[in-house]
């Protein structure tokens, strides 16, 4: 990264300093040998030999981003959205771990179209201890040999943990992200749009969909309290930096059609449990995520989830839980919007700085090489 010939923008000194002192934690939080951004050579690109149109997209993704033809490993299971645990570890680890070994310069994984989605509990465990997981948040462990299943493991890239004393390092962990939809033609699209957005810039409005009135300063909040007041604080970033036109919502009804005439080029919002509401039109590179429990327990069956719905409507990237995941597994989303449109990070570098959790429910989807360009700025 050459900060030195960035432009500044258009804020005030105070707050253009703590956007200054945001980003230097994020280099700090990551492994201090690797460069940033994320770049095509350190990608492995993970595809399965048996969903038909699995490998072709990987090919096609390779090609489009300029990863070398060796990142690629093959899989050969089920093309299912769900694997069992014994699957998991004796099919998809083995392969991608021994790549990994061979090539220590790889830092992010993709997963695509045709990988299972979710990893199934083991039969003989209790269905109170929550051993399931989404397969990709599971894979960003893949070099670790041995580590509990029972719920979550904390994310040392996580800017909260900075300051913790954890057991798994950052050197422990590979950044996952999917290419995946309800159709590999919403894939191809995906992949193309969020080259688009690079080149041209990424336009729209950004929403983001609180339930209530910003709570006073000072006040210590956890739960939803705290993710709510955090679609305040992420709106008023953008508003303030004039990154974006804003729009936020702060009520118990949520953006309904016909209020958002202008197309969303990020959104946030909660809670209308898998019950997408079509409000928006989505801008070439669009970047969104709804909080609720169960917006991606499928990409590519019935239902109205909010992750499948985004991407069929036109979306580039969206992240959302394979199961019930607690308000607080979700990424935060001041830092994850602050940092993605900063632009100095790609996809996938703010999501892992953005997420508490891994080895849990979370998943990424859209290209993790995307770095979102805002070149008109307001």
């Not at 570890?89 to 990994?100: E, H, I, Y």
Request: glycine content about 6%; proline content about 7%; some cysteine.
């Amino acid at each position: 990264m050459d900060a030195g010939i960035r432009h500044k923008h258009p804020c005030c000194p105070a707050l253009w300093l703590r956007v200054v002192v945001l980003v230097c934690l994020v280099m700090l939080s990551l492994p201090a040998s690797r460069s940033m951004a994320l770049t095509p050579d350190e990608v492995l690109v993970v595809a399965n030999r048996n969903a038909a149109k699995s490998p072709g997209l990987a090919r096609f993704y390779m090609e489009q981003r300029g990863i070398p033809g060796q990142n690629l490993v093959l899989l050969w299971m089920t093309d299912k959205e769900t694997c069992t645990r014994e699957a998991y570890d004796k099919k998809a680890v083995p392969p991608v771990r021994r790549f990994l070994k061979a090539h220590p310069e790889i830092r992010a994984l993709v997963t695509l179209f045709g990988v299972p989605l979710k990893i199934a509990p083991p039969a003989n465990q209790p269905k109170d201890k929550n051993y399931g997981a989404a397969f990709d948040s599971e894979l960003a462990l893949v070099n670790l040999e041995n580590y509990p299943l029972n719920y979550w493991q904390p994310n040392p890239f996580y800017l909260g943990n900075r300051k913790k004393e954890l057991k798994i390092a950052k050197g422990d962990v590979m950044m996952v992200s999917r290419l995946d939809a309800p159709s590999a033609g919403i894939v191809r699209r995906m992949i193309k749009d969020g080259i688009k957005a690079e080149k041209t810039g990424l336009k729209g409005t950004a929403y983001f969909d609180a339930r209530w009135p910003q709570p006073e300063k000072g006040k210590k909040l956890t739960g939803y309290a705290f993710y709510d007041n955090s679609l305040h604080k992420t709106a008023r970033f953008h508003e303030k930096k004039k990154i974006l036109p804003v729009k936020l919502n702060h009520t118990q009804d949520l953006f309904q059609p016909g209020q958002a005439s202008d197309a969303a080029a990020l959104y946030c919002g909660w809670y209308s449990l898998a019950r997408y509401i079509d409000a928006f039109d989505w801008a070439t590179g669009a970047v969104g995520y709804h909080m609720a429990s169960s917006e991606c327990t499928t990409l590519r069956g019935k239902g109205n989830t909010w992750c499948k719905r985004m991407l069929e409507e036109g979306a580039a990237a969206t992240i959302g839980p394979v199961g019930e995941p607690y308000i607080q597994a979700f990424p935060v989303p001041e830092i994850f919007f602050n940092l993605l449109t900063e632009g100095y990070l790609t996809l996938a570098e703010a999501y892992y700085v953005s997420l508490p959790y891994l080895s849990w429910k979370m998943v990424l989807v859209g290209d993790p090489l995307y770095r979102v360009n805002l070149k008109n700025r307001m």
